[in-house]
């Protein structure tokens, strides 16, 4: 089996590299070269934390680690399956700048993200809003045939067309039988959290114009302001 090629891109801080459930979920249960690109967005003391972080290698990151700037992740998300990158950093240094030279899916995760064991799909009545569960499909089957899988269905104001629905069902079908499908009828979203069971372990998955196009307060918003939350974004610029 060929390996996904995922660039793990971090500060120069020992805490992304310790303790971190969902990046061990991911890259142990699946097919993953792990390229850590270390890199401190803002360096005072660069020198220092290298040679700390150095001595303080994890298991999560052994398999290549480079130093460098943030035009080498734009220069290799080219070729990449996929990013892996704290929602710290991508807050603050990508997002919504810099996000159209990113050219993969990009997984996003707390500095001390729990490990998974629940997929929530999220899509509209957009057709490309499946691509990102096509892709978090294809590079971590593993998961999705293990965890819990939900796939919740926005509710734009257009409707979704029924075949168009049952292709997706039977599509995540193929991976796990274990799926729940429900509908958004604007329920605020500590009630839809609740209904979906959404927590911390939770991973959720979703195209990027959800999360730009949506009215503050929504679901899609909540889960990417909220810090504790984890979720992958398809690409499809």
């Known amino acids: 089996m060929i390996k996904k090629n995922v660039l793990w891109f971090s500060e120069i801080n020992p805490d ?12 142990s249960d699946n097919s993953i070269e792990l390229k850590n690109i270390r890199y401190c967005f803002d360096p005072p003391n660069r020198q220092n934390e290298v040679k700390l972080s150095n001595e303080l290698e994890s298991d999560v990151s052994s398999s290549m680690v480079v130093e460098a700037g943030p035009d080498n992740l734009f220069r290799e998300s080219y070729l990449a399956d996929a990013v892996a990158v704290s929602k710290s950093i991508f807050k603050n240094s990508l997002f919504p700048q810099r996000l159209k ?45 293990k965890v819990k899988i939900t796939l919740l ?17 039977k599509y995540l079908k193929r991976y796990n039988r274990n799926l729940g499908i429900y509908k958004d009828q604007s329920w605020n979203f500590e009630m839809l959290k609740s209904y979906l069971e959404f927590d ?26 909220n810090e504790n939350t984890s979720l992958f974004i398809g690409y499809n610029y």
Request: aromatic letters at 8%; charged letters at 25%; one cysteine or more.
């Open 153 to 169: 269905v926005i509710d734009d104001g257009e409707g979704l067309p029924k075949t168009y629905e049952q292709i997706v069902v």
């Open 16 to 27: 992304y590299q310790n303790d971190n459930g969902l990046l061990k979920r991911l890259f």
């Open 101 to 145: 030279e990113i050219h993969c899916p990009i997984v996003i995760f707390p500095e001390h993200a729990q490990k998974i064991n629940h997929l929530l799909f999220i899509i509209s009545s957009n057709p490309d809003s499946v691509i990102s569960i096509k892709q978090f499909c294809g590079l971590f089957e593993q998961i999705c045939k």
């Open 200 to 225: 911390e372990k939770t991973l959720s998955v979703m195209n990027l114009d959800l999360i730009l196009n949506s009215d503050e307060g929504s679901f899609p918003k909540e889960i990417f302001e």
